[in-house]
T-cell receptor, first 113, second 111 residues
């Protein structure tokens, strides 16, 4: 059973650029959630995808968008990057839309300069 | 006010000590409660779920007080390997079953 894998592990982008982060969910999981973790803070919910549809969104602007593919992998896209977007981006997968059984990937560390 | 509040610490304790972390949550509709552990620059990992009846897993004991909206974690006989950040997490099933994290409490266990 493979876990959640995220790519890339590290990324440096310039303010105003766009970025795409990728996540492969754990085998058997059909739900993917994305979280942003700024330094010294807990992870903050960005959005969740279930069966290729957005299934809830946190308090993030529309320039944060996502996709889920038929194989349940997912992408997080951020447009018009700002310095405050610098953070660890975590992907978590689970089966269904319940509260249990989340598996987190090791994250993508994004630095915006 | 943050939905989940924790003392950020750090808590510096000697090996073998007992240490307790507390957490309060503001959303009375919260249904599920967890403690996650996060090592430096790594992903959060589930330590244990928290139930109203209290639950124990080896050296770790978690308690939930719904009336006071309060969650606790007790670590007995601390080990060096317990050094990490402990995240208090609550969840309620709505449109999406998102996890709401506290800022975490940092524990450093020393010789």
């Amino acid at each position: 059973e493979t876990g959640v894998t995220q790519s890339p592990t590290h990324l440096i982008k310039t303010r105003g650029q766009q970025v795409t982060l990728r996540c492969s969910s754990q085998s058997g999981h059909n739900t993917v959630s994305w979280y942003q973790q700024a330094l010294g803070q807990g992870p903050q919910f960005i959005f969740q995808y279930y069966r290729e549809e957005e299934n809830g969104r946190g308090n993030f602007p529309p320039r944060f968008s996502g996709l889920q593919f038929p194989n349940y992998s997912s992408e997080l896209n951020v447009n018009a990057l700002e310095l405050d977007d610098s953070a660890l981006y975590l992907c978590a997968s689970t089966l269904g839309t319940g509260n249990y059984g989340y598996t987190f990937g090791s994250g993508t560390r994004l630095t915006v300069v | 006010r943050k939905e989940v509040e924790q003392d950020p610490g750090p808590f510096n304790v000697p090996e073998g000590a007992t240490v307790a972390f507390n957490c309060t949550y503001s959303n009375s509709a919260s249904q599920s409660f967890f403690w996650y552990r996060q090592d430096c620059r790594k992903e959060p990992k589930l330590l244990m779920s928290v139930y109203s009846s209290g639950n124990e897993d080896g050296r770790f004991t978690a308690q939930l007080n719904r009336a006071s909206q309060y969650i606790s974690l007790l670590i007995r006989d601390s080990k060096l390997s317990d050094s990490a950040t402990y995240l208090c997490v609550v969840s309620h099933t709505g449109t999406a079953s998102k996890l709401t994290f506290g800022t975490g409490t940092r524990l450093q266990v020393t010789l």
